[in-house]
T-cell receptor, first 117, second 115 residues
Framework: AQTVTQSQPEMSVQEAETVTLSCTYD???????LFWYKQPPSRQMILVIR??????QNATENRFSVNFQKAAKSFSLKISDSQLGDTAMYFC??????????????FGKGTKLSVIP | DAMVIQNPRYQVTQFGKPVTLSCSQT?????MYWYQQKSSQAPKLLFH???????NEADTPDNFQSRRPNTSFCFLDIRSPGLGDAAMYLC??????????????FGSGTQLSVL
């Protein structure tokens, strides 16, 4: 079974500043996907960024980038130039690449991010 | 725009009174999922359909059932809701294989209250 741990229940950042959200995970799988999802007050879950474990290059999507350390099983999210619209709950999630459970997203408990004007 | 639609946005039911939540999609995705998210917790997968093939998670209570009459629609039935079933229920879809499987599209959720 996989576990995903987010050790920061809440964080805040000044508008236009940079913030990093932490995530660690535990798995015996070698191939898998990692994700960061954003859940704003509207509650709709929105995919922010996806990383495939076999790719060494860190994924980036505009102001969002990850630091993927496979050996350390660490997957942090960096948000640059924070905007008020980034205020949301952020979930780190894991999905095996194949086999049992390969349709299941395992989520961490989330980090509530507040962007302060 | 193609999307995942959940109705209603808010649902109130009485303790023990059966309730059905609905989800529809215009993405023509083979896989549909139901997640339960209790207040301040992470979403938890209840079950998923791959076409007509139903896949129940081992720890999903028998009180929860699902139906998928066609590709576009999927329903979550709670036979006898208890107070502990109050939660946000999220529907999601994905393609069945490859990278498409890893990209889930979520609906806006149905917030269920049990009185």
């Amino acid at each position: 079974a996989q576990t995903v741990t987010q050790s920061q229940p809440e964080m805040s950042v000044q508008e236009a500043e940079t913030v990093t959200l932490s995530c660690t995970y535990d798995t015996s799988e070698n191939n898998y996907y990692l994700f960061w999802y954003k859940q704003p007050p509207s509650r709709q879950m929105i995919l922010v960024i996806r990383q495939e474990a076999y790719k060494q290059q860190n994924a980036t999507e505009n102001r969002f980038s990850v630091n993927f350390q496979k050996a350390a099983k660490s997957f942090s999210l960096k948000i640059s130039d924070s905007q008020l619209g980034d205020t949301a709950m952020y979930f780190c999630a894991f999905m095996p690449y194949s086999g049992a459970g390969s349709y299941q997203l395992t989520f961490g408990k989330g980090t509530k991010l507040s962007v302060i004007p | 725009d193609a999307m995942v639609i959940q109705n209603p946005r808010y649902q109130v039911t009485q303790f023990g009174k059966p309730v059905t939540l609905s989800c529809s999609q215009t993405l023509n995705h083979n896989v549909m999922y139901w997640y339960q998210q209790k207040s301040s917790q992470a979403p938890k997968l209840l079950f998923h359909y791959y076409d007509k093939d139903f896949n129940n998670e081992a720890d999903t209570p028998d009180n929860f059932q699902s139906r998928r009459p066609n590709t576009s629609f999927c329903f979550l039935d709670i036979r006898s809701p208890g107070l502990g079933d109050a939660a946000m229920y999220l529907c999601a879809t994905s393609r069945p294989t490859g990278q498409g499987r890893s990209k889930l599209f979520f609906g806006s959720g149905t917030q269920l209250s049990v009185l």
